[in-house]
């Protein structure tokens, strides 16, 4: 092996981890612990991607990330700040002054900035737009003001736009023009009529590829996807998922183009989207991660509280059957098993329903059917489950009747877990409600009741 | 307004929905039932994308599903296939001969080949691989040898590489030649050196921008990442979630370039370990939606065997305190109480802490004061609901020593809560296995074992 070929060789071990190491953090923490000078934060944290940075801050305490930030300078930069989490961003702000957060906005891409001025409060968000010049103001404010997390805050300005008369000759001189300032990444043109309205878009490859006086309109496509500046972002990116779009042009009512989304963006929609669908099942509103104690305590409590509530209310049905319990102290030994199989069994049917209807799999068309499956699926595990919890409690109690009560009732509470597992996530769909949301407390507060009820009832009826 | 405004107006409305209508399908369903002829099915297809008849596709039940295909003739091609979901696919290509397999194999982008091919058995695998040129063969019979979901399977094998010592004239040339095969999209040119190593990638938009006698090497930016043939497609989703990728170079051991890597194939690798965390989360195995009721009833069946042992567990630990339960049926009325509370803080938190894991937010560096904090939250919560709680009781058995009992019982489990919901999915991943899987029955166990144990056992002390 000669030594060209060696300095050539990749390390593809060293590929394997990119980013963050845990020396790195180590160092830093160490470094704040000991008031390290300027230099050696500034030295450590040169070579690092603005997405590792941020990552760093986010794993640091709030008061280390406050020093650090102070400590980094010209570092801590708009590009920084756009890979915050959002928690930990709203803990930065804080410390910013007008000054530094105008030259952020000034640095960002336009649908960066419309995230950053997002966070502020009214009266931040009008000082720094005082503080920015007029035209980008104006922008500004008519961004702020299209829904939240819809198309047109997701969107960018900065668009490539080409008159349907040109030719390729044309649109490549004016691309070198050097006076012309165009977005840092775009993959697309989009041609548009006189009136300036999207009507195709032209791949960047293709236009390399295609002699000088050929016309734009000839290698343009048409049948590309126009976003409406007040679609959900959620549905955006649906679009771009199910199309596999890189670009998409957005248009305000009447059809006029007024940005672009592009699939980065779209990339960090999904990201959001499935967090919120996995934190609201699993009973959390935000992500609490770097919030503090009080606040997530806060964020907590509601849902614990319907809980309770719920939970008071299946008590309430144990209640009912005082004196069967009293009677037979097996009962309140096995009460917990039955209900919790239920509680199981729907929680997958749930999951499934919710992820269903989130990728408009689950529609009104094939719902019947859906439910049906399901039911018949609590039903065959139900009656599985029944013969082995049937067994069990016999041997466990030396008595037959007990294990046909515990039997029944599983099937029983397995065959309203089907059936509530999939309605509740479609009604509330129905409703215009988000299916994740309250799904899992509707449904195990079914399956608790049912359960409890069918077990204890049965028994009261057969064993007494 | 004039006509030509009219006309030029786009229907911002209409844009709010794309694709598939319930009226097309309910359509298709009763074509399907008075077998109309095949004109009338082609007429409702011919419009659609690909990935709306997909859609179609997998809403009908499975024998309208293959009369359908039959029915399609043509318009059943690659890329409606490329679009089916996993499950629905297995299906359609039982029914498939291997001429229209092999027609589909070819006209498929080779990730997406891969894909159809990694769908078969090694018989049907065998037998299509020889209906293919010698050349694709031994190209396919590389990439299926990757492992399962690694970079390797992810990539497409069709790249636009570019010499180092070339001049932006010459690869604009070199584009332009119509002999020279070129994907169908790309964003980025590959540069590489002698040992077809990737050393820098130039954006096209960079590329149309800079004169022609201008070296390619002068404008390409080289701190592009790189990605190894073997990394998990996980990994590779990351870097490119994290640095905002659009494309990235993959290498095989020693570094020379085998392929490349685009966002539109993380977006879907996106899809899938989103669908997979919820559904772990949720105790099911793999999105069954489209699964038969046999098979369906088969992979749920598993994970709630797994939940009837721990569920006979919690039982178990009831049955210690028999004496106690005998003498005060309040007990068994209030326990479901204090281990539900449990169970769901503990979900809570468990929730939080196996997103942050996916999201590299949660490491050995802030573990520590992640957990704390949970704990923390956990204790607070537990005093706010153990006095409410113990209030609750208190008045509704009139018993104040009971009240004293849950109140204990309900801080108690809630700390534990706290802890385990972090503990676990972090022993998990220490062990490397994934979080997201067995975190939940681990979890409710423990907050149903510690609530009935303080609970009853606390009971037992005190009230008998």
Same mark, same amino acid.
């Given at each position: 092996?000669?030594?060209?070929?060696?300095a050539q060789?990749?390390?593809?071990?060293?590929?394997?981890?990119?980013?963050?190491?845990?020396?790195?953090?180590?160092?830093?923490?160490?470094?704040?612990?000991?008031?390290k000078?300027?230099?050696?934060?500034?030295?450590? =944290?040169e070579?690092?991607?603005?997405?590792?940075?941020?990552?760093?801050?986010e794993? =640091?305490?709030?008061?280390e990330?406050?020093?650090?930030i102070?400590?980094? !300078?010209?570092?801590?930069?708009?590009?920084v700040?756009?890979?915050?989490?959002y928690?930990?961003?709203?803990?930065?702000?804080?410390?910013?002054?007008?000054e530094?957060?105008?030259?952020?906005?000034?640095?960002?891409?336009?649908?960066?900035?419309?995230?950053?001025?997002?966070?502020?409060?009214?009266?931040?968000?009008?000082?720094? =737009?005082?503080?920015?010049?007029?035209?980008d @103001?104006?922008?500004?404010?008519?961004?702020? +003001?299209?829904?939240?997390e819809?198309?047109?805050?997701?969107?960018? @300005?900065?668009?490539?736009?080409?008159?349907?008369?040109?030719?390729?000759?044309?649109?490549?001189?004016?691309? @070198?023009?050097?006076?012309?300032?165009?977005?840092?990444?775009?993959?697309?043109?989009?041609?548009?009529?006189?009136?300036?309205?999207?009507?195709?878009?032209?791949?960047l +490859?293709?236009?390399?590829?295609?002699k000088?006086?050929?016309?734009?309109?000839?290698?343009m496509?048409?049948?590309?996807?126009?976003? $409406?500046?007040?679609?959900?972002?959620?549905?955006?990116?649906?679009?771009? @998922?199910?199309?596999?779009l890189?670009?998409? $042009?957005?248009?305000?009512?009447?059809? /006029?183009?007024?940005?672009?989304?592009?699939?980065?963006?779209?990339v960090?929609?999904?990201?959001?989207?499935?967090?919120?669908?996995? &934190?609201?099942?699993?009973?959390?509103?935000?992500?609490?991660?770097?919030?503090?104690?009080?606040?997530?305590? /806060?964020?907590r409590?509601s849902?614990?509280?319907?809980?309770?509530g719920?939970?008071?209310?299946?008590?309430?049905?144990? !209640?009912?059957?005082?004196?069967?319990?009293?009677?037979?102290?097996?009962?309140a030994?096995?009460?917990?098993?039955?209900?919790?199989?239920g509680?199981?069994?729907?929680?997958?049917?749930?999951?499934?329903?919710?992820?269903?209807?989130?990728?408009?799999? &689950?529609?009104?068309?094939?719902a019947?059917?859906?439910?049906?499956?399901?039911? =018949?699926?609590?039903?065959?595990?139900?009656? &599985?489950?029944?013969?082995?919890?049937?067994?069990?409690?016999w041997a466990w109690?030396?008595?037959?009747? &007990?294990?046909?009560?515990?039997?029944?009732?599983?099937?029983?509470?397995?065959?309203?877990?089907?059936?509530?597992?999939?309605?509740?996530?479609?009604?509330?769909?129905?409703?215009?409600?988000?299916?994740?949301?309250a +799904?899992?407390?509707?449904?195990?507060t079914?399956?608790?009741?049912?359960?409890?009820?069918?077990?204890?009832?049965?028994?009261?009826?057969?064993?007494?």
């Amino acid at each position: 092996m000669d030594a060209t070929e060696t300095a050539q060789e990749i390390d593809v071990d060293a590929l394997d981890r990119y980013g963050l190491s845990e020396e790195l953090i180590d160092d830093i923490e160490v470094g704040l612990l000991e008031s390290k000078p300027v230099d050696y934060f500034q030295a450590l =944290l040169e070579p690092l991607h603005a997405a590792d940075i941020a990552d760093l801050l986010e794993q =640091l305490s709030g008061g280390e990330r406050e020093q650090l930030i102070e400590l980094m !300078g010209d570092l801590f930069d708009a590009e920084v700040y756009s890979h915050l989490d959002y928690t930990v961003r709203e803990d930065v702000v804080e410390d910013l002054d007008t000054e530094k957060m105008a030259e952020i906005v000034n640095d960002l891409a336009s649908d960066d900035a419309i995230d950053f001025l997002e966070d502020l409060d009214e009266e931040e968000q009008r000082e720094l =737009l005082d503080a920015i010049p007029a035209e980008d @103001r104006a922008f500004y404010e008519k961004h702020l +003001s299209y829904p939240d997390e819809s198309a047109g805050r997701l969107m960018q @300005r900065e668009v490539v736009t080409v008159p349907s008369f040109w030719t390729v000759g044309q649109t490549i001189d004016h691309m @070198r023009d050097k006076k012309i300032e165009l977005p840092d990444d775009f993959y697309n043109l989009i041609i548009v009529d006189p009136s300036h309205h999207p009507v195709g878009m032209v791949k960047l +490859s293709k236009l390399l590829r295609t002699k000088r006086p050929t016309p734009i309109a000839n290698i343009m496509w048409e049948d590309m996807k126009i976003i $409406p500046v007040n679609m959900d972002q959620e549905d955006a990116a649906y679009l771009f @998922r199910q199309y596999g779009l890189v670009e998409a $042009p957005v248009v305000e009512e009447g059809g /006029r183009l007024v940005g672009v989304i592009t699939v980065d963006d779209i990339v960090e929609v999904l990201d959001e989207e499935h967090e919120e669908d996995i &934190l609201k099942l699993g009973g959390v509103k935000e992500d609490d991660l770097y919030s503090d104690v009080v606040e997530t305590t /806060r964020l907590r409590f509601s849902w614990l509280l319907v809980n309770l509530g719920t939970a008071i209310a299946a008590s309430l049905v144990i !209640g009912l059957f005082e004196t069967a319990l009293e009677k037979v102290v097996a009962l309140a030994i096995l009460m917990p098993i039955v209900a919790s199989m239920g509680g199981n069994a729907g929680t997958q049917t749930l999951t499934v329903a919710v992820r269903a209807l989130a990728t408009n799999e &689950l529609t009104t068309s094939n719902a019947f059917r859906i439910v049906g499956k399901e039911v =018949l699926v609590g039903g065959i595990n139900g009656i &599985l489950f029944a013969i082995l919890m049937g067994l069990v409690s016999w041997a466990w109690f030396q008595d037959p009747a &007990l294990g046909g009560v515990i039997a029944c009732a599983m099937v029983v509470n397995m065959l309203a877990a089907g059936l509530a597992g999939t309605l509740i996530p479609l009604g509330l769909e129905k409703l215009g409600k988000d299916p994740a949301i309250a +799904s899992t407390v509707f449904l195990t507060t079914i399956t608790d009741v049912v359960g409890f009820f069918s077990f204890l009832g049965l028994a009261a009826w057969v064993l007494l």
